[in-house]
């Protein structure tokens, strides 16, 4: 446990999962690290004084396995949830220390399985390990921990790269550059503007009602991303569509949510929604949301079962989908509550 200056407040509880943001040199390449208390606490020490007085107080959570976030499992993100619920009173908020490559749909996840928060759930990261040289993890660590006492945030956002995010709809769109995430089809919340976190009017989820935290108990149900491709066949998806296990797939559509006609791939996917999979639609364009109806290639996807996603990114789209198929709820109710933005996922920014 690690602390700044105590400010009277609540402290933020810092969760340490893994990824670059701690990852050590070693000579097969970077691995992922412990000891990041030690390493937080000296690297914030740098900061100017004025800096670190902005800082909330904190309480760092190390995982005994920190790991390379590429083998991080929707289990991963069950333990997470738990623990925050468990330690929601104890706190102002909460940031997540999580490797980029699979950190948003980490932050799906959470946003789906921690709804009507009233404090905010941070999760950061960064592209060089904390202490290199040109490294983004002091800015990310910095901004996050001012994210996470900002009054008004109700919700789980990305913080990088000095800018705030709405975590179900952020995306890692660069390998390199320390911007790292990209938000394509809602508006940034907030930024770091000269090293005060600023939070943008009209754009953060104003959830309403208590915390209602859906914490899954049924086993995680197994969801799949089916992208098409020029040529798809339909026996190269069909032994995918007749594994039972399989309870959800999301099918990753041309533009405004066009299906190739072809009526035997067709065939397939209506055989499997007929057979109870429950199968929604997005599109490969990253910008914008499907209209099945333009095409008549795309109204297909309506006649066959197929629900709309619209604007959804893979992540949330993949991670709505779990989430509520583990839950005990009827056709009508699912229907509804993946059709209906739950926490921002979907729906275009109001202009
Ligand atoms: N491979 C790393 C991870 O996701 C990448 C990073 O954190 N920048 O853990």
Redesign the pocket.
């Known amino acids: 446990m690690s602390s700044t200056r105590y400010d009277g407040a609540l402290p933020v509880l810092v969760i340490y999962t ?4 701690g990852m050590r040199e070693s000579d097969r390449g970077l691995v ?1 690290a412990g000891d990041f208390e030690s390493r937080m606490a000296t690297a914030l020490s740098t900061l100017p004084p004025d800096r670190q007085r902005e800082l909330p107080r904190y309480v760092l959570w190390e995982t005994t396995r920190p ?4 083998s991080a499992t929707p289990a991963d993100w069950r333990a997470l949830t738990r623990m925050i619920a468990e330690q929601y009173r104890e706190f102002a908020g909460f940031v997540v220390l999580h ?5 948003a749909w980490c932050a799906s996840s959470l946003a789906f399985q921690l709804q009507g928060l009233s404090k905010p759930v941070i999760v950061t ?3 060089k390990p904390l202490g290199a040289s040109d490294s983004d993890a002091l800015d990310n660590l910095e901004a996050s921990l001012r994210f996470a006492t900002q009054t008004g945030l109700r919700e789980v956002c990305v913080s990088f790269g000095g800018r705030l995010m709405r975590g179900c709809r952020a995306r890692k769109w660069y390998t390199e550059s320390t911007l790292g995430f990209e938000t394509p089809n809602w508006p940034l919340l907030g930024e770091m503007v000269d090293h005060a976190s600023i939070l943008y009017p009209g754009r953060c989820w104003q959830g309403q009602g208590a915390p209602r935290f859906e914490l899954g108990t049924h086993p995680l149900p197994e969801v799949i991303r089916l992208p098409l491709w020029p040529g798809i066949r339909a026996q190269d998806v069909t032994r995918w569509l007749d594994d039972d296990q399989i309870r959800g797939v999301v099918i990753e559509c041309w533009g405004s949510g066009n299906l190739p006609e072809d009526a035997a791939l067709l065939g397939v996917l209506a055989r499997a929604c007929a057979a109870g999979k429950t199968m929604v639609a997005i599109s490969q364009c990253p910008v914008g949301g499907i209209h099945p109806g333009t095409y008549a290639t795309g109204r297909t996807l309506t006649e066959i079962g197929i629900m709309s996603g619209d604007d959804m990114t893979p992540e949330a789209a993949h991670g709505k989908l779990a989430h509520l198929l583990a839950q005990d709820l009827s056709p009508d109710e699912f229907r509804q509550r993946f059709l209906t933005p739950l926490v921002g996922e979907r729906g275009a920014f109001p202009t």
């Open positions: 893994g990824g670059t943001i992922a790991i390379d976030s590429s490797g980029t490559d699979t950190l990261g960064a592209q």
